[in-house]
């Protein structure tokens, strides 16, 4: 078992990258699925990035309760900017929750003496394994896919569907938007609290514009039709620079022309889950 020991110490970063953007990827999907445009998931993982580094760097927290902290503090913050943001819809939301980024970035720039500010955090513990990134998205998956069959699921679809006759139903559309907007700050900030023990360093430029519309555009190309879809958008997007390294610098580019290539011509994404869905139905009638 040479080749896989030689392997996974060269690319044992970019696999587990793998997980934690799928991470992302779902996280966003729940505030699609409730047909909100929230750009806000990018700081949502830097707060729960920081958050976990610094309690494991400055006291020494044990990894569950560090992780556990990395998901509660992106979630309180959601709650508290929710209740005025999640009364726009729109592009409105997404300027609110894009600005609300930059608000992040910027406070986690200048806060030097806790933050570490440009420079960042170094050094910080490797604590990160490969089950712990796979145990953490089987669980996501798990409960997402329970949420997504159960009456709070078919709320969101309703609501996404039309707010005004999702009310009108009887459905709490503000707590059900509240819901969905706090799990998925949730799951980012645990994909970043995981990040930030792979990676050993973070920075306020990795939280900004570019990383949250990386993000938007994993689950759009995958597709939000099933839980499938962000999954997939997720892989592709974290193997693309891998396969293209001699377009690194025009990486925001591609993704831009990604995004608009599968909004124009598979508004569902690769993965839709009612043409796969076909294709297997085909092939069981030729057979």
């Known amino acids: 078992m040479a080749w896989f020991s ?21 996280s966003i999907w729940l505030t699609l699925a409730c047909g909100m445009l929230s750009i806000a998931n990018a700081a949502f993982m830097g707060l729960g990035a ?18 556990a902290a990395g998901m509660a503090v992106p979630a309180a913050m959601a709650f508290l900017i929710g209740k005025p943001t999640l009364r726009l819809s729109g592009v409105y ?34 604590l990160t394994q490969w089950w712990h990134v796979v145990l953490a998205l089987a669980l996501t998956l798990a409960v997402l896919w329970r949420l997504r069959r159960s009456r709070v699921g078919r709320a969101f679809q309703a609501i996404k569907e039309d707010e005004t006759a999702a009310g009108l139903m009887g459905i709490d559309v503000d ?25 050993f360093f973070i920075g306020p430029g990795e939280y900004g514009f570019d990383r949250a519309v990386e993000i938007l555009t994993m689950a759009i190309l995958g597709g939000i039709g099933s839980l499938s879809g962000p999954v997939v958008g997720a ?13 690194s610098g025009f990486r925001l580019v591609v993704n831009g022309l990604i995004l ?7 508004p569902r994404g690769i993965w839709d889950a ?10 069981g009638r030729r057979t």
Request: without cysteine.
């Open 93 to 126: 939301l997404a300027m609110a929750t894009l600005a609300f980024g930059e608000v992040v970035r910027i406070a986690l720039l200048n806060a030097e003496s806790i933050t570490g500010g440009a420079l960042g955090l170094n050094g910080i513990p490797q």
């Open 6 to 26: 030689n392997f996974w110490a060269i690319y044992s970063n970019l696999v587990l990258s793998l997980g934690t953007n799928s991470l992302l990827a779902l």
């Open 235 to 247: 892989v592709i997007l974290t193997l693309l620079p891998e396969t293209l390294r001699a377009f």
């Open 50 to 67: 920081y958050a976990a580094a610094l309690l494991t760097m400055n006291f020494g927290w044990p990894f569950p309760l560090v992780l």
């Open 260 to 266: 608009v290539l599968i909004v124009l011509f598979l």
């Open 175 to 199: 707590g059900h938007k509240m819901l969905a907007f706090v799990l998925g700050a949730a799951i980012a900030g645990l994909a970043g609290a995981l990040n930030a023990h792979l990676t």
């Open 274 to 283: 009612e043409r796969v869905r076909g294709w297997f139905g085909r092939e």
